[in-house]
Every structure is written in C-alpha cells, then in structure tokens.
Nanobody
Framework: QVQLVESGGGLVQPGGSLRLSCAAS????????MGWYRRTPGKQREWVAG???????NYADSVKGRFTISRDNAKNTVYLQMNSLKPEDTAVYYC?????????WGKGTLVTVSS
C-alpha cells in the first residue's frame, strides 16, 4: 500500500507561481514512477508530468517550459513547481504513484488561476 497526500494548491493570479507537494508513505520501495495529473470540471483527467525511479522526466506539451517536476528522496516527496500560470491551468491536481501491481492516487489539491 502507498499513501499519497498532496498540498500546496490555492488561488493565484495569472502569471504567478505555485509549488505543489506530494508526500508518499507506506511501501515506498515499490514505486516505479510518480506523476502529476489534473482534472477540470467537464474534462477527463489529463497527465501533466512524470518522473521515474531512474530520474527520467517528461512533461505534457501544455506545461513544458513552465512546470518543473522534482523529487526529494529523503523526504519521500515529489514536487511540481508551476510558473507562468494561466487561467486554463485551473484544475484539481492529483499525484499518482505507479507500482508493479497497482497505481495509487492522492485526493488532489485545487489550483485556481484567476485575477
């Protein structure tokens, strides 16, 4: 079992920045990769960024150059630094952990980009 808790969401003006955190606990050793997804009302959940246990990183085209995913192994935490935020980035952001057997999701944190 892996437990994920996201934090760091909030209200920010267009052009602003936020840093999301995803703290993992439980069977950390079983995690192969972690990622961030987001969901806007009326839309499907969208993949945003991912990082593997080997350190490979990928981003969705919509956030490339603005968002940065990173991890702190000592704290079992993955971060999503979001810069130059746009109103269309407004969504609930979810953290996901991939293991061999199962995928685990956090409950999400709301990011609202509005003036």
């Amino acid at each position: 079992q892996v437990q994920l808790v996201e934090s760091g969401g909030g209200l920010v003006q267009p052009g602003g920045s936020l840093r999301l955190s995803c703290a993992a606990s439980g069977s950390i050793f079983s995690i192969n990769a972690m990622g961030w997804y987001r969901r806007t009302p009326g839309k499907q959940r969208e993949w945003v960024a991912g990082i593997t246990s080997g350190g490979s990183i990928n981003y969705a085209d919509s956030v490339k150059g603005r968002f940065t995913i990173s991890r702190d192994n000592a704290k079992n935490t993955v971060y999503l630094q979001m810069n130059s935020l746009k109103p269309e980035d407004t969504a609930v952001y979810y953290c996901k952990a991939d293991t061999i057997r199962l995928d685990y999701w956090g409950k999400g944190t709301l990011v609202t980009v509005s003036s």
